[in-house]
C-alpha cells in the first residue's frame, strides 16, 4: 500500500460501555506498562502498512481468561473458560464486505467453529485494510485478529521490526533478545519485508 490511515480511540462512551457496564464502572486506569506499549503498537501498525479504518484497535483493557495451569485445553474446557468472555475482534475491510455487506460492522458479533462446539464469541471493535498473507496468487482475504493476551492460542508466532538504519543489521541484536527472555524458542524464516515481496512477485528465488 501506498497509504495509511491510523484513529485512536477517542475518549467518551462507546457500545463497550453499555455491553460491560459493571467491567467498566469498576475498571482501574490503564497500567502504566500497557500504555507504554501504545507507542510501539503504532510503529507495528506503521511497519506492515495496515491501516485502521475504523472503529479501534485493541486498548489493553480486554477482560482476560483465567488459564488453569498444567491442564489439557480440550472444547469442554475452553468452552468453561470463556463462559463469560466475550472476545474483541479486529477485522479487515474484506471480512467487513463479505460478513455484513452495506453494513457498519462495528459492534457486530460473530462465532467461532460450530455452534454445538460453544467456543467463544467474538464482537468487532475495528476494521484495517486487507492484506494478502497467504499469497498474492489469492488476492485480499478475509481476515480477523485477535489479541493474544485475550486468546492465548499456541501458534507460530510472527515478530515484525521495523529499524531507523540497516534492517539486515539488527537481526543478531533481536536474536539475542529473544534467547534471553525465551532461549528454547526456535527462530527462522528472518528476511527483509522488500524480500518477501520480491519472492512474492516472483522477481527473487524462493
Known amino acids: 500500500p501506498t497509504h495509511m490511515a491510523v484513529v485512536l480511540d477517542a475518549p467518551g462512551k462507546t457500545f463497550r460501555k453499555d455491553l460491560y457496564a459493571e467491567y467498566k464502572a469498576n475498571r482501574p486506569p490503564m497500567p502504566d506498562e500497557l ?3 501504545l507507542g510501539p503498537l503504532l510503529e507495528a501498525i506503521e511497519a506492515m502498512g495496515i491501516p485502521l479504518l475504523r472503529g479501534t484497535l485493541f486498548s489493553g483493557h480486554e477482560p482476560r481468561p483465567v488459564l488453569p495451569e498444567g491442564e489439557v485445553l480440550t472444547l469442554e ?3 468453561k473458560i470463556y463462559a463469560n468472555i466475550e472476545l ?3 477485522i479487515s475491510q474484506r471480512m467487513a464486505e463479505q460478513v455484513w455487506p452495506d453494513e457498519d460492522p462495528i459492534g457486530k458479533q460473530f462465532q467461532f467453529g460450530f455452534p454445538e462446539m460453544n467456543l ?18 489469492r488476492g485480499e482475504t478475509a481476515e480477523y485478529y485477535l489479541s493474544f ?9 510472527h ?3 521495523r ?5 539486515s543489521a539488527a537481526v543478531a541484536s ?4 529473544i534467547n534471553t527472555v525465551a532461549p528454547d524458542q526456535p527462530i527462522h524464516h528472518v528476511a527483509l519485508m522488500s524480500e518477501r515481496l520480491l519472492r512474492a512477485l516472483g522477481l527473487a528465488p524462493q
Open 35 to 37: 500504555r507504554a506499549q
Open 77 to 79: 474446557t475452553i468452552a
Open 88 to 90: 474483541s475482534c479486529v
Open 120 to 137: 467463544p464469541k467474538a464482537r468487532v471493535i475495528g476494521v484495517v485494510g486487507s492484506t494478502s498473507q497467504i499469497g498474492l496468487e
Open 149 to 157: 493476551r485475550q486468546w492465548p492460542t499456541p501458534m507460530a508466532q
Open 159 to 161: 515478530l515484525v521490526l
Open 163 to 167: 529499524a531507523r538504519t540497516d534492517p
Open 174 to 177: 533481536v536474536r539475542t533478545a
